[in-house]
């Protein structure tokens, strides 16, 4: 790469040679501007299988080939890759944090890491004069800056002396999920590794040589292998789409008093990617309430000034993505003090925060804080809703006490917290480890009639003839609301299919619940919902028991019961109805049944004085259409599927007379609209 790493020096056919079990691995280079101009033709022809190129260095260095070789090489179907020259830097905490989150966004920005191509890669190669636990720091704020961008886990690129002597052979990235490209020249059949193999996952890339021959190159280049046949499978995948969302809030990093810069870190975000960031600074009182944003302060890093003395501070960072915005804050610093006095040492967690509790729907989870370093002050909580392996996680909206009580929204899902500690030396955040998958509260026997819900259990009542029941989970109901479910009848709904469902003192209910039928309705009859006894809609059908947002019903059969459930989020009634016949919610549209004419309007006058009016009709609802002249006798058809219809009429009138075409359709829901078409008689 850029700065070549120390080691010993080999014999040039040891260094060349193959080692044992290489059949095994994809062969690769990686490139910079050194080795000038390549002719990847060769290069793919020779079964070199990917390459990483340089992209940038530093803050502002950009290796002008990178954009070449990224065609050259994609072009011709090797997998690609970009790799950063790491120049670490800063003083203090918040000093090597900016240096290294201004690298990022500088190597993000130019590389732009797409779909398809191969993790990015951080070349640490130099210290910059940081001892091993703050070139730790600079490369872990790095390497985050770069996931929090792209939502990508990249690659640390080292050789196993550099990362035993300048980071301490720390495992601690190989144990946040980044993986190894390791330098180590040697013609052995593995290389060595650091950080107990990288913490018991090995190397990914192996860069073996400095100088293997490769077709395509006029001097010899960096040799890669890749630990398997084909480097397809770590690629990056399709980005998320839709807006972001802010998993772990930004922090602050630095001495809060006056003169001495603070840095920002931006969090964690889950949601659509790639984002960049924006930044404001706030100004708050003492207390971290009443934030009013500060001019001009719109950088990752911040000096407070004397106006600021007294006053805590609180960063804003929104996240652009494609799919929209997203904005989060910063727990509060401490209030600003004066220079001078010494410095404070930002807070680390030295035991990680735990959770206690029941994962049971209407249990609440507690949080321990953890131990820290560097005398925090406050703790500001997130919780999450994660994956079931408690990945890809979410801020809760509202969340942010010490203590969470699980909702049926969790159920299927893990719940983690992240704990973020504030001290005179900025803030850090940690993250407990997930809890359990959440499971449903177990459901009592029903109730006939009604029922009123209690907190933190889950309940069910029956209808009295024992032909629905309605469950739910806890929180999905207020609090000592009433629960009631009744049958009826009503035609042109099938009988012995209607229900209807209470909740006293409710519209819209937190959380769906559960209304099943103990009988399956007729097959092909179509399940409708109504909100006031005369529009009804039907219900969506469910491929899984999940409402989405914005459906107030839905449908799903339970395959283990062969019982059709409906998921309500508002008291309603339920019916069946037969498919395609009058009534069927599904034809009925949501107004009113509107009527177009939707083509031309013929008229002829036959030798018996009588005219015959032609013309068509689209109807956007199922109807009792009513064809005539207006003021006159009309006729009634019926129209099960909206759709276009056509209209012949015989009309006696005299020659020149001014006339009114009059189609008028009623809905099964009594709604009606009426078209006039004026004409004169040929």
Known sequence: MGARIAAAALAAAAALAAPAGAATYATGVDVSHYQGLVNWVQVAGSSYRFTFAKATEGTTYVDATYPVNRAGAEGMGLRFGAYHFGRPSGSGASGIVASAVAQADHFVSVAQPQPGELPPVLDLEVTGGLSPANLTAWAAAYMDEVKALTGVSGFVYASPDFW?????????????????????????????????NWGGLGWTFWQWTDCAKVPGFLHCVDGDRYYGPDPGPIAIAPYASGPPVASVPPTVVGTAKLGVTLAGVPGSWSGGKP???????????????????????????????????GHALVLLVTAQGAGGAASAASPPTVAIGAAGGGTATRPVATTAPTLSGESTAGQQLTANVGTWSGSPTSFAYQWRRCDPLGATCAAIAGAVSSTYTLTPADIGSTVSLVVTATGSGGSQAATTAASAVVASAPVPAAVPGEL??????????????????????????????????????????????????GVSGATTLPWPVDVSYAAAPPA???????????????????????????????????????????????????????????????????????????????????????????????????????????????????????????????????????????????????????????????
């Open 524 to 682: 092909g009859s179509v399940i409708g919902y109504s909100l006031d006894n005369v529009v009804w809609q039907p219900a969506v059908a469910l491929a899984a028991p999940a409402l989405p947002s914005g459906d107030v019903a839905g449908t799903y059969t339970d395959p283990s019961t062969g019982l059709l459930h409906v998921l309500v989020r508002q008291p309603l009634r339920l019916a069946a109805f037969a498919a395609g016949r009058w009534g069927d919610p599904s034809l009925v549209a949501a107004g009113i049944p509107t009527v177009y004419r939707n083509g031309p309007l013929t008229l002829k006058r036959l030798r018996d004085g009588t005219v015959v009016l032609r013309t068509r009709v689209s109807v956007a609802s199922q109807a009792h259409l009513f064809v005539g002249l207006a003021g006159g006798v009309t006729r009634e058809s019926l129209v099960l599927r909206p759709g276009s219809v056509p209209i012949t009429l015989r009309l006696h009138l005299s020659r020149g007379q001014s006339v009114k075409l009059r189609v008028a359709a009623i809905d099964p829901y009594r709604r009606h609209a009426v078209l006039l078409v004026p004409f004169r008689a040929p």
């Open 452 to 501: 009123a819900a209690q907190p933190g259990v889950a309940g069910a009542v029956v209808t009295t003839d024992n032909r629905g029941t309605v469950t739910w989970q806890p929180g999905a109901l207020p609090d000592g609301a009433t629960v009631s479910l009744l049958s009826y009848e009503r035609p042109p709904a099938l009988a012995g299919t209607g229900l209807v469902l």
């Open 164 to 196: 035993k002597k300048k980071l301490g052979n720390t495992a601690t990235f190989a144990l946040g999920g980044y993986r190894l490209w390791v330098a180590h020249w040697t013609s052995n059949a593995s290389p060595l590794v650091p950080a107990g």
């Open 275 to 309: 984002v960049s960031f924006t930044y404001q600074w706030q100004q708050c009182d003492a207390a971290g309430a009443n934030c009013i944003p500060i001019s001009d302060a719109t950088g990752e890093t911040y000096k407070p000034t004397a106006a600021d003395a």
